[in-house]
């Protein structure tokens, strides 16, 4: 089963800074195009970021673009995702998944969603 656990999340004033950390347990993530995704309070879920399994190719949304970073440390199993200059609307659930591309538009999700890790950005 293809679930991966998020962490990472907290409250920040905006213009703030966190790092969520999307590890896995009993897979390796290796082989995986991994994406971030958020929802935020009473929205659809959408996508935020993507990287490739060898890391060398990412893509982002375009509210995101130059202040979230995607990265992978396959060695440790784990994919983080940078949150620099966080704004209000930042703020919802974050999840990650293994996805079956890299469009982040329509990336969909291999195996089932995790619990996902809060990021409430305010003042």
């Known amino acids: 089963q293809l679930q991966l656990v998020e962490s990472g999340g907290g409250l920040v004033q905006p213009g703030g800074s966190l790092r969520l950390s999307c590890a896995a347990s009993?897979?390796?993530?290796?082989?995986?195009?991994i994406g971030w995704f958020r929802q935020a309070p009473g929205k659809e879920r959408e996508g935020v970021s993507c990287?490739?399994?060898?890391?060398?190719?990412?893509n982002y949304a375009d509210s995101v673009k130059g202040r979230f970073t995607i990265s992978r440390d396959n060695a440790k199993n784990t994919v983080y995702l940078q949150m620099n200059s966080l704004k209000p609307e930042d703020t919802g659930v974050y999840y990650c998944?293994?996805?079956?591309?890299?469009?982040?538009?329509?990336?969909?999700?291999?195996?089932?969603w995790g619990q996902g890790t809060q990021v409430t950005v305010s003042s």
């Open positions: 998944a293994a996805v079956t591309s890299m469009s982040v538009a329509t990336m969909a999700i291999r195996g089932s």
């Open positions: 009993g897979f390796t993530l290796d082989y995986y195009a």
């Open positions: 990287i490739s399994s060898s890391g060398y190719r990412t």
